[in-house]
């Protein structure tokens, strides 16, 4: 779920600058351009597998109305392809005070490193060391593709619980270099 946070109460690190940029990717706060591939990433089924499933129009137009500019929502831009191949977001204190990673990429860009690259720049801006900005991410146990880019990224596994009906893994992902 996106929360919807002012600039002013956003902590320091989520207020990051306009952009990032990896070798292959341009991750930038959305724009109202990058709101149909947004949409898209929300009602997508093969996105939305193991997440809940597609959402619901009212949801849809709930997030369309807050995502513009959101703190700590990126739009993951392909350089080359001038793009939006999918969008990470970093929400402060959103798991027991932790800062939860959570990423999204369109199907027809899975298997090429890309969501690989996104949080690889996004956790190089998450402070290390500050209390209360330890990154976690959580996903289904089922999904094997999102478990092994984690583990690849140096995630261990931390906590298994139940959420939304299902199983799930929360991932540590700090400390990092």
């Known amino acids: 779920m ?4 002012s600039a002013a109460s956003a902590p320091a690190f989520a207020r990051w600058p306009v952009s990032l940029t990896t070798e292959r ?3 930038r706060p959305v724009e109202p351009a990058d709101l149909p591939a947004h949409r898209r990433l929300w009602t997508d089924p093969e996105v939305r597998r193991h997440l809940g499933g597609p959402l619901r129009a009212e949801a849809v137009g709930m997030r369309e109305r807050g995502c513009v500019g959101l703190p700590g929502l990126l739009s993951v831009v392909g350089r080359r392809q001038q793009a939006v191949l999918g ?3 970093v929400e402060p204190g959103a798991r027991d005070g ?3 990673v959570s990423y999204q990429l369109l199907p027809e860009h899975w298997g090429r490193g890309h969501a690989r690259e996104a949080l690889a720049a996004v956790l190089a801006r998450v402070p290390a060391g500050v209390p209360g900005t330890e990154p976690v991410a959580v996903t289904q146990e089922a999904n094997a593709r999102s478990r092994r880019l984690l583990e690849a990224l140096g995630a261990e596994p931390a906590e298994w619980f139940v959420e939304w009906g299902e199983p799930q893994v ?3 992902l700090g400390p990092r270099s």
């Open 98 to 100: 932790r800062t939860e």
């Open 87 to 89: 969008s990470v977001f």
């Open 2 to 5: 996106i929360t919807i946070m």
């Open 170 to 172: 929360l991932y540590r």
């Open 25 to 27: 990717l341009l991750l």
